[in-house]
């Protein structure tokens, strides 16, 4: 489905929004479009990968060096979001690749499309809040300082949020596949780490303060990411080899038809895309953990039924 006016921010946004960057950040860099999460325990998961991934990026030998530089964290993470420009899509290739058997592309045309956009937008924001603190460092101006100056504070604000929600998300990828954004997490760890285990640059660092520093965090991310992976196959049937749309979809919006006999009340809770909404069979008790629980019959002699 193509994606509508006004449904990236889901209409959240106001013109009060501007002054708050985190707010416009969250509707930006986690758009509406993006599934609901199907279970908390893989949220909080997720948490722990974005933690561990942010570990990797910033590197935390660069504080125990006492060599911390604003200017130079941005300059790397402008090339860390350059290397992602071109791993992002590599990677989600052999991934079309591994499902062609299962579905095809024009299926993921407008999930693909989506998360290339927030991609390359947040590639955007890091580019132009590198650009504004060059221009501060550079001038000589005092208005002008204090004018881009404010900028510079507001797109450091709203970026860093951007980065936390794109770290979580990975710019929307599990749009596609719920499998997606971890698989990523492992691949980008893995790249930032690789160059210094071939080159042997340990930063100052002892070998085996620097082999922990390096391999401490694409490690975690990798245990936490195949964790998150293997609770959506168990509890969801949802399988990384799998094309999406292979996978339980959600019905497409249309007339309700009428409820069979024995059917959940009405108002049941949402179940997001790749969702089973009637659970699944490798699931504790075959039951979704968010489907309604049985009631019994009305009795209208007795107030609170029979």
């Known amino acids: ?39 908390p325990s893989v949220e909080r998961l997720k948490k722990f990968r974005v933690i ?9 030998y660069t504080f125990i060096e006492g060599g911390f530089d604003f200017t130079e964290l941005l300059e790397n993470a402008m090339t860390a979001s350059v290397v992602l420009l071109f791993l992002t899509p590599l990677t989600v290739g052999a991934m079309l690749w591994i499902w062609r058997r299962g579905g095809t592309v024009r299926q993921l045309r407008v999930p693909l499309l989506n998360s290339l956009l927030l991609l390359l937008l947040f590639v955007g924001c890091v580019a132009a809040l590198l650009m504004l603190v060059q221009t501060v460092n550079g001038s000589a101006n005092p208005a002008a300082i204090i004018g881009v100056g404010l900028t510079m504070m507001w797109m450091l604000i ?25 698989l990523l997490a492992m691949v980008t760890s893995w790249l930032v780490a690789v160059p210094d285990l071939v080159t042997g640059d340990l930063h100052g660092l002892s070998l085996t303060l620097g082999i922990v520093f390096i391999l401490g965090a694409p490690v975690t ?15 969801y049937g949802i399988r990384l080899k799998a094309h999406p749309a292979t996978l339980a979809p959600t019905p497409a ?54």
């Open 221 to 235: 991310v990798t245990a936490i990411a195949l964790l998150e992976m293997g609770r959506l196959k168990r509890r």
């Open 158 to 182: 709203f970026t860093a949020y951007g980065a936390v929600r794109v770290s979580g998300n990975f710019f929307g990828t599990a749009a596609t596949h719920r499998c997606l954004p971890p």
């Open 1 to 39: 489905m193509a994606r509508t006016r006004g449904s990236w921010t889901g209409g959240t946004l106001t013109v009060r929004s501007v002054l708050k960057p985190q707010d416009v950040a969250r509707a930006v860099f986690h758009p509406a479009w993006i599934p609901q999460p199907l279970d």
């Open 253 to 306: 919006p249309g007339p309700v038809p009428p409820m069979p006999p024995g059917a959940p009340p009405a108002g049941s809770p949402y179940l997001p895309p790749q969702g089973n909404p009637y659970g699944h069979p490798h699931a504790p008790g075959g039951q979704h953990p968010y489907a309604p629980h049985p009631h019994p019959p009305y009795n209208p002699r007795h107030p609170y039924g029979s």
């Open 52 to 60: 561990a991934g942010a570990v990797a990026s910033l590197g935390v």
